[in-house]
């Protein structure tokens, strides 16, 4: 018996280059990046013509080896005298390193690809001359990383943004992150629990996540004087806006795309996808990934951990912004639907985008600039 079509767990309902659902979602995102610096259709095309479909190491070569070329071809300006050219080029580098981590299994190649992306984009944000401020937050015994990035305007409003279940902060940058700096706001970007690689400190996706955002909204205060702060959650990060919105007073404004309230819902229905079907290896590559980044062994174990977990959405007075592509599956759209239904908050918007937006896949992954415009909008309406 197949999941009811209205509790689905998809992020995509159209294709746009490979059959393979999580490769082609990866791919629609290494594609929306190219407006903020990241590839151009020409490169990502030509990548994925290398790439042999729902073969996870083909795609890693591929990413690879054209991040490379880019390497190369930034130190090239570099000698030159070109610098602005060299952090053009590098950005595109760290964007190829950033993707081909995806599908890797854990081990050291998985933690060398991502150290090498971590290093291009220090050093592109130091070429681009974006003035990156690398900071890190204690927490639990480790140590939240991430970038501020000042605003030119004092009195401008800075935005946290916090990514999901498979980013790092660096490509939050290339998502939402250079739009807001480019706009004039001052702009956060950070890893929670389970996110990036902070999983390797023993820190992994935690319930009660006001706790570690707390940390880091101590940090954005005392270091970098912050004063107006809205945050902006994506995919999982859903869960980490509305928990936020119900316990962090210091944050003025809060955008979930989607908001994800019950995660313990979204668990279950990949649970029972999962028992009604193969794994495909890039699947199956990637959930072990995010098993790690939760700190389980299995999705038994993490639905154990999550259960009976839900945000009360009667705490949340402060001004939210629900944000909802249709390519959402049901259990996306019923939640955020739902949520935005039931907060108090008499500021609060929800934004539907459908096909003709070209933002309507998950997290407007298709179109990032939509959710952009919507968010500064809407934040200059409430603020």
């Not at 902070?198 to 205060?221: F, R, S, T, Y």
């Not at 990637?286 to 705490?315: C, F, I, S, Y």
């Not at 096909?355 to 896949?361: I, K, L, Q, W, Y």
Request: hydrophobic content about 40%; charged content about 20%; proline content about 4%.
């Amino acid at each position: 018996m197949k999941m009811n079509k209205d509790y689905s767990t998809q992020r995509l309902s159209q294709r746009y280059r490979f059959a393979d659902p999580n490769m082609d979602l990866f791919f629609l995102g290494a594609l929306g990046w190219g407006s903020a610096g990241g590839l151009s259709a020409g490169e990502a095309y030509y990548i994925a013509s290398q790439v042999i479909d729902g073969d996870a190491d083909s795609w890693t070569s591929a990413f690879e080896r054209q991040g490379e070329v880019l390497r190369e071809q930034a130190d090239g300006w570099l000698k030159r005298g070109h610098t602005r050219a060299a952090g053009e080029s590098r950005l595109k580098a760290f964007a190829c390193y950033r993707s081909a981590w995806q599908f890797v299994v854990l081990g050291e190649r998985f933690k060398g690809l991502f150290h090498t992306s971590q290093q291009l984009f220090d050093q592109a944000m130091a070429e681009l001359g974006y003035g990156a401020i690398r900071f890190s937050v204690p927490y639990g015994g480790g140590e939240l990383p991430g970038h501020y990035y000042p605003s030119d305007n004092p009195a401008a409003p800075t935005i946290l943004v916090i990514g999901g279940a498979d980013t790092c902060h660096e490509d939050r940058f290339l998502s939402q992150g250079r739009y807001y700096i480019d706009r004039g706001y001052a702009v956060a970007l950070v890893d929670l629990p389970g996110q990036g690689i902070v999983q390797e400190q023993g820190l992994h996706w935690e319930v009660e996540v006001e706790k570690p955002i707390a940390a880091v909204v101590d940090v954005l205060i005392a270091r970098f004087g912050v004063g107006r702060l809205a945050l902006l959650g994506m995919s999982l990060g859903g869960y980490f806006a509305c928990r936020a919105a119900a316990y962090e007073p210091r944050l003025v404004a809060v955008i979930a795309t989607p908001a994800l309230p019950c995660p313990e819902e979204l668990f279950a229905g990949v649970a029972k996808q999962l028992e009604e079907g193969e794994i495909s290896e890039v699947a199956g590559r990637n959930h072990q990934v995010l098993m790690w980044k939760a700190g389980v062994t299995d999705l038994a174990e993490l639905r154990q951990r999550w259960a009976g977990v839900a945000v009360d959405p009667g705490r949340v007075q402060v001004p939210f912004l629900s944000v909802l592509g249709m390519q959402e599956g049901g259990i996306w759209k019923k939640q955020t639907e739902e949520w935005h239904a039931a907060i108090p908050s008499v500021k609060k918007r929800l934004v539907k985008l459908d096909a003709e937006t070209g933002a309507d896949a998950h997290c407007q992954g298709s179109n990032p600039l939509r959710l952009v415009q919507e968010v500064d909008g809407w934040l200059k309406e409430v603020l």
